[in-house]
């Protein structure tokens, strides 16, 4: 359940990703990276909304641009 | 024990200088936080604005690192658009270019660097333009609209990854370099080589060995550049690209050691203890190099040492210590760095350097000090762990074939364990 009409949907470009792990350290409970490569994990595709605001900047302040926030309607499947 | 001081003030709103504000809130810091910023933007972050954004596909606010909201919940004060000019260290006081004075009981700097000028009179010469900062990154957009032929003064990283954006919109570009190959300064030879290939294969012509001595230009506009054995490219526009210098002025005004950028110690702090100084512009002594001193220019080593900053002034007291690392993304290439490998004397290749993926192990002393990686994170990601932990893999170990770092890693931890 949400409170607001809209949730967000997190994806990863996983070929864009440098592994610098900027993304881990705005938001462990979203963001990990792989152990093999440092390529980015990501652990909720529906983050809660306590974390909103962190995955939007992991988001800005990935420096390749690896990760896509989109706003969907309703709630998360 | 040291004091938790109580204002806070960073000069330089860049990558470097918001980190250590942001780090400061994340740590549980209560006091005042300054940050002073030169540049009239939000802080952002520069390595798109030679790849994704240069290429068109992004706005200025999808590099902003914070938006407005962000400083107002998180009680930072923001500067923008101010310079300080001076550094009064016995009052503890900064001045800045609007007059303005401001106290402070720790001063972090973290004023970056600028780019170097070609050491020639180019005043009133349009179309010879330099990257670093996003007001750069739109007039060198705005001008690409128009070039036919552009011609990039210095082979290094940000001469390359621009002359891969501008190839691949159809223009015509010629790279000039003082030394015999591309990232000279950055990379081993082997790497040098096989990243050259690559930019051949995409049609860019390069002039090795080879100075620029002057630009012609016709109405005030460059219109050719003049190489030291009497060539002339054709060129509607030059970027000059010969890296860059730190921005040490302040600590050079309050009597502060510099000696290629602000000299700061392991614990990245000055002579002065209410004084430290991270990002591009301070030159500091590594924990892992035996005392060698570096200063360092990339996001890792900004971020890192914003946050390990942030640490200290909140009581931590071990001394900074990362593997750095970089990365660069031309010729269709990901390329990545770890350690550092100046002064080596060794270079172990890995894979074939015609094939897709290839890594070089560098050595110095038989000890390995860096791993440059070729579409091969793998590699790159087992080359950060293994530096951390001073593991080394034997020389004539690493020279077998079909040597892989990530298995040696693997079995190296399992014998550790
Ligand atoms: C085009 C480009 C692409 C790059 N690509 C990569 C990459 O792919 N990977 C990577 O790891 N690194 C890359 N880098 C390097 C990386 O961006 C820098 O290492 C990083 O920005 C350093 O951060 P900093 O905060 O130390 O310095 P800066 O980001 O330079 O910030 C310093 C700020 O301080 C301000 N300032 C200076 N003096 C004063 C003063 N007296 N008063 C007030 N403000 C002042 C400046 O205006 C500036 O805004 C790139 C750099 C550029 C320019
Ligand atoms: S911040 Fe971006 S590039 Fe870095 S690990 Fe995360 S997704 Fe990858």
Redesign the interface.
């Given at each position: 359940m949400s409170n607001n009409n809209y949730i967000l949907r997190v994806t990863v470009d996983e070929n864009l990703c440098v592994g610098a792990g900027l993304c881990v350290l705005s938001s462990s409970d979203v963001f990990d990276q792989r152990d093999e490569d440092g390529v980015v994990k990501l652990l909720q595709e529906y983050p809660d909304q306590a974390s909103y605001e962190k995955v939007l900047g992991a988001a800005r302040k990935c420096p390749s641009k690896a990760i896509k926030v989109e706003q969907v309607n309703g709630d998360a499947p | 024990m040291s004091v938790v001081p109580e204002h806070v003030v960073i000069v330089g709103g860049g990558q470097a200088g918001h980190q250590a504000a942001s780090s400061l809130r994340d740590e549980g810091y209560v006091g005042r936080i300054t940050l002073v910023g030169e540049e009239p933007q939000l802080p952002y972050?520069r390595?798109?604005l030679s790849?994704?954004w240069l290429a068109g596909?992004?706005n200025d606010g999808?590099v902003?690192?914070?938006t407005e909201d962000?400083f107002a919940v998180n009680h930072i004060d923001h500067w923008r658009g101010e310079r300080v000019v001076g550094l009064d260290r016995a009052a503890r006081r900064l001045t800045t270019g609007g007059g303005e004075t401001l106290g402070y009981d720790h001063l972090i700097l973290a004023t970056g660097a600028r780019n170097r000028p070609l050491p020639l009179a180019l005043e009133g010469i349009a179309g010879v333009l330099s990257l670093r900062s996003l007001a750069d990154a739109t007039a060198l957009q705005t001008q690409l609209a128009g070039a036919r032929q552009v011609v990039i003064v210095g082979a290094g990283f940000l001469g390359l990854e621009v002359a891969t954006v501008i190839r691949a919109s159809g223009i015509d570009v010629q790279v000039v370099e003082a030394t015999g190959r591309v990232m000279s300064r950055a990379l081993g030879e082997q790497m040098g080589l096989a990243l050259y290939a690559r930019h051949q294969l995409q049609g860019i012509c390069f002039h090795f060995n080879r100075r620029v001595v002057g630009i012609t230009h016709a109405q005030g506009r460059a219109s050719a550049v003049q190489l030291d054995d009497g060539q002339q490219l054709a060129a509607d526009l030059v970027l000059v690209a010969i890296g860059v210098q730190a921005n040490a002025e302040l600590a050079v005004q309050a009597d502060l050691a510099t000696d290629n950028g602000v000299v700061v110690d392991a614990f990245l702090q000055t002579a002065d203890a209410s004084v430290s100084a991270i990002g591009d512009c301070a030159c500091f002594t590594h924990g892992f190099d035996e005392g060698a001193r570096w200063r360092l220019e990339s996001?890792?080593n900004a971020?890192d040492q914003g946050?390990y900053i942030a640490g200290r002034l909140m009581g931590r007291e071990e001394p900074y210590r990362q593997v750095p690392?970089f990365?660069s993304?031309q010729a269709g290439c990901?390329l990545?760095m770890a350690g550092v490998a100046a002064g080596d004397d060794l270079e172990v290749p890995c894979g074939d350097a015609h094939s897709e993926g290839f890594s070089v192990l560098r050595y110095r002393d038989a000890r390995l000090v860096g791993v440059e990686s070729l579409n091969r994170?793998?590699d790159?990601?087992a080359a950060?762990k293994l530096l951390l932990r001073g593991l080394s893999p034997a020389l004539e170990e690493a020279r077998q074939p079909g040597f892989d770092l990530?298995t040696w890693l693997a079995s190296a931890a399992a014998l550790q364990a």
């Open positions: - | 972050q390595p798109p790849k994704a596909g992004l999808d902003h690192l914070e962000w996001v890792q971020v946050r690392i990365w993304e990901r990545q994170p793998a790159h990601m950060r990530r």
